[in-house]
């Protein structure tokens, strides 16, 4: 069969459209405010192998890895034990490569008697079992003190739903509703896509539908390799730290040796930390994740995702590290916070390479605020949400304040959702002034949130940058911290570490604020009016603009032009 490059173009895009219904179907079907209004899960399609043709613009950490599951399933389950009205449900990190969290529904899709693709969504479920409500304590030693694994099992087989089956994992959550409201929308969601590939089946035929999805990944190789022999050749390394493991305060190293090659690239973990006694493991199906985002981002940021990116890069990932630890390592808090120090690293060594096109480190975490417990009518009730932060400037532009960064990208929960659906009151909710480093172009500010607990709960925090802060490029200042703060009973304010799991009496408020992001270039290069801007918008202070960017601004804010002259001449 000859490919024509229009049809290439128009199936590629009926397939990215299927996929992106999926998602639309998932979110608006939903019951957990998790899914539903923060939007923390993702779809996409995938060949009959089990090789990725399309996925929606969800989360890059769920994207990269969802491969490694579908292709994981496939060896319990082979294409030929699969028949029309199956779907698989999946959770075990060590099969599915994320945190016990995140359930993957995957749906094989028939037409005329073949198999012709696979549909398949990552959800994060707001409980799953475990020591602590939400499913990630901080604290947890083992895989088994996070949750109920479930491993590769068929949750309908021949259009049957497995009640038994389903009833065994709603009594091992403590939101018992929310777990079968989300699980039917995931079906949902699979059965939207399926719909619509059977359409383009009968439209176009199986046979040319399938080769027409080995072109889109072929295509995809070579648009890739082409970008990275635009980057220069040589090995480059980065190494950051993460703050402790939740258990231990110590730094855990990553280090990465990122090799470009003619039209390839070669990324090596060797020399990284053992992996950790706490729950910051990633699996290597979350290294590989990180990697592809940040040399996608690096070398092509529009290239559609598929199978062909995972062709052109080789991973290593030495077994019984951080980044591929062994069984029963605890995994919670790698997705929260090992993915987004591993993209760091390797977004650092490809600043060596290619400086305009790296932002200085980000916001470094997803920033996991977990509050779970009963609520005034003794009903159990989990709060999850992943809080924003700086994202680090670039050559030519500011980072953007208060967002998602790298390896997430989920909404915020509004505040009316949370004070409806849990006893939880917010009391505060904007940016860190000063957060963002200094520098020629502006790093991000960080988040806060005041959040006021109404009953006894179980709290569970998660971040980074507290104390190792995020990098600056070319000169820039790194960003702000993150810092987190307990007052129980009205008296006076508890530094916390990073991560922590404790519980709270009735009334305590707890405020997380996150890190920003770090600056790019001379600080003192930055236009005043543009340092004049942040500071009339409560970004920057008085004091910072005079320290960091020796901008004078009189109490009316404006510009004493021969005083910032003055300064910046001394620098």
């Given at each position: ?29 939903a ?13 996409a ?36 034990e699969l ?7 999946i ?14 529904i ?20 707001v ?24 491993p ?63 072109e ?94 995972a062709r ?18 605890p ?68 980072g ?158 404006n ?13």
């Amino acid at each position: 069969m000859k490919t024509d490059p229009v049809t290439l173009e128009v199936l590629r895009n009926a397939f990215q459209s299927a996929a992106e219904e999926m998602g639309v179907t998932l979110t608006r079907t939903a019951l957990s405010p998790n899914i539903k209004d923060r939007r923390d899960c993702s779809t996409a399609i995938y060949t009959p192998g089990g090789k990725l043709v399309a996925q929606a613009e969800h989360i890059p950490l769920h994207l990269g890895l969802m491969p490694a599951v579908v292709k994981k399933v496939l060896e319990f389950y082979p294409p030929d034990e699969l028949a029309p009205g199956d779907a698989v449900i999946i959770n075990d990190p060590y099969v599915s490569g994320s945190h016990l969290p995140d359930v993957c529904i995957i749906t094989p899709v028939f037409a005329r008697g073949l198999l012709l693709a696979i549909t398949a969504n990552l959800a994060h479920h707001v409980d799953v079992g475990g020591t602590a409500p939400g499913s990630m304590s901080t604290t947890a030693t083992d895989i088994f003190q996070e949750g109920i694994r479930i491993p590769p099992v068929k949750l309908y087989r021949g259009g049957r739903l497995n009640r038994d089956l389903l009833e065994v994992l709603a009594h091992n959550v403590r939101t018992r509703e929310e777990f079968f409201g989300d699980i039917q929308a995931q079906l949902a969601a699979n059965e939207a896509g399926r719909q619509r590939l059977a359409e383009l089946a009968a439209k176009y035929g199986v046979e040319k539908l399938q080769y027409y999805m080995r072109e889109i990944i072929d295509y995809a190789e070579r648009r890739f390799r082409a970008a990275l022999r635009e980057i220069p050749a040589g090995t480059y390394r980065c190494s950051d730290f993460l703050e402790g493991d939740g258990v231990s305060a110590d730094l855990i190293e990553i280090a990465a040796a990122v090799q470009i090659g003619d039209g390839d690239v070669k990324v090596d973990f060797t020399g990284t930390s053992p992996q950790a006694r706490g729950p910051v493991n990633a699996t290597r199906g979350v290294a590989l994740a990180c990697v592809y985002f940040a040399v996608k981002a690096v070398a092509d940021p529009d290239l559609p995702s598929s199978e062909g990116i995972a062709r052109v890069i080789e991973v290593i990932t030495p077994p019984g590290t951080l980044v591929n630890p062994c069984f029963p390592a605890p995994v919670a808090h790698a997705n929260i916070n090992t993915a987004q120090r591993i993209a760091d690293v390797v977004l650092g060594a490809l600043a060596q390479a290619a400086p305009e096109k790296v932002t200085a480190a980000g916001t470094g975490s997803m920033s996991n605020f977990t509050v779970g417990g009963k609520d005034a009518g003794q009903r159990y009730y989990s709060y999850v949400e992943t809080y924003g932060g700086g994202q680090g400037a670039m050559d030519g532009r500011d980072g953007m304040d208060g967002v998602h960064v790298n390896m997430t990208n989920t909404f915020n929960t509004p505040i009316e959702v949370i004070e409806m659906n849990y006893p939880l009151l917010v009391e505060r909710y904007g940016l860190v002034p000063d957060s963002g480093g200094a520098g020629e172009f502006r790093g991000g500010t960080g988040l806060v949130r005041e959040i006021n607990v109404l009953e006894d709960a179980v709290v569970s925090v998660s971040t980074e940058r507290k104390a190792v802060r995020p990098w600056g490029l070319a000169g820039g200042h790194p960003g702000g911290g993150s810092r987190c703060l307990v007052y129980v009973g009205g008296g006076d304010a508890a530094e916390m570490p990073a991560k922590f799991t404790r519980e709270v009496p009735g009334g305590t408020t707890v405020v997380l604020e996150t890190a920003g992001g770090g600056g790019f270039g001379n600080s003192f290069r930055r236009s005043p009016e543009a340092v004049r801007r942040d500071v009339v918008g409560g970004l920057v202070s008085r004091e910072a603009a005079f320290n960091q960017y020796g901008l004078v601004l009189d109490d009316a804010f404006n510009i004493d032009w021969e005083g910032t002259r003055e300064k910046r001449d001394r620098r």
